[in-house]
């Protein structure tokens, strides 16, 4: 594979549980690019400001944590977040932080908060970038943008798998917050979950993750021709 020049961005978007972050992080091994995962950086937000006790509006309270926030991604040791030095990789998968985080992200002081994060984080590295806005908002002139989609009954089981370990989640509860976030994502004002014009639709649902990854890698390919 030849390498990638400076700056290369691929963007992942589409709705929960579609596999992008399966696939973001496989493709990111394979074509050795940082790989960033801008829902973990809403999840972060959800966490601290839970800890913190605070309301998921835009408080006076919010906008001193959200200047404040350090979130850092440790891809070389198993992808890991940190979020103002503590390690929460685990700690943001709750189906608690789930729901939090989908309200946070509807939330303008937010958004506005983690874009120039976002856009920091790639910044002279190439890179592929996991979110709902990616391609459309955070990296408009990415080089390659995938929309990666799947029926809401093969995500939902997808994420029960992720999270069967969790008390009180079964496929019933899982598919209701599903089809929640994706009405919350799609519908809100800032920078609702849609496909860029100029992304690739993929739909997984299927197809297994290797045939997702060797898809975009032959994108990639082509595009370098
Ligand atoms: O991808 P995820 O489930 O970890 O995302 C958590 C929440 O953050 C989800 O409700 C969608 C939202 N999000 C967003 O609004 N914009 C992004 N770029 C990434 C995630």
């Known amino acids: 594979m030849p390498p990638l020049e400076k700056n290369f961005i691929i963007t992942i978007d589409g709705p929960s549980g579609a596999g992008k972050s399966t696939v973001s992080k496989k493709i990111a091994a ?24 605070l309301e998921m509006s835009c408080t006076s309270e919010m906008i001193t944590l959200l200047q404040g926030i350090e979130i850092r991604f ?52 190439p890179a592929i970038i996991d979110g709902r806005d990616a391609g459309t908002v955070i990296f408009p002139q990415a080089d ?7 029926d809401l009954d093969t995500r939902a089981r997808r994420r029960l798998a992720e999270q069967q370990l969790q008390a009180g ?15 919350a994502d799609s519908s809100r004002s800032q920078a609702p979950l849609r ?13 297994d993750i290797e045939s997702v990854c060797q898809h975009i890698i032959e994108l990639y390919e082509k595009l370098k021709k």
């Open 30 to 53: 394979r074509l050795n690019l940082i790989y960033i995962d801008t829902g973990a950086m809403y999840r972060c937000v959800a966490w601290a400001a839970r800890e913190a006790g």
């Open 74 to 125: 440790q891809t070389a040791a198993g992808n890991l977040v940190f979020c103002n030095g503590k390690e929460v990789t685990d700690l943001i998968r709750s189906p608690e932080i789930d729901r939090l985080s989908s309200a946070v992200s509807g939330l303008p002081c937010v958004r506005a908060a983690l874009l120039p994060l976002q856009r920091a984080a790639a910044r002279n590295q």
């Open 144 to 150: 390659l943008k995938i929309y990666l989609d799947a």
């Open 169 to 183: 989640v079964d496929l019933e509860s899982v598919t209701a917050a599903i089809a929640n976030r994706d009405r």
């Open 195 to 207: 496909r860029a014009d100029d992304a690739v639709l993929i739909d997984s649902t299927s197809q």
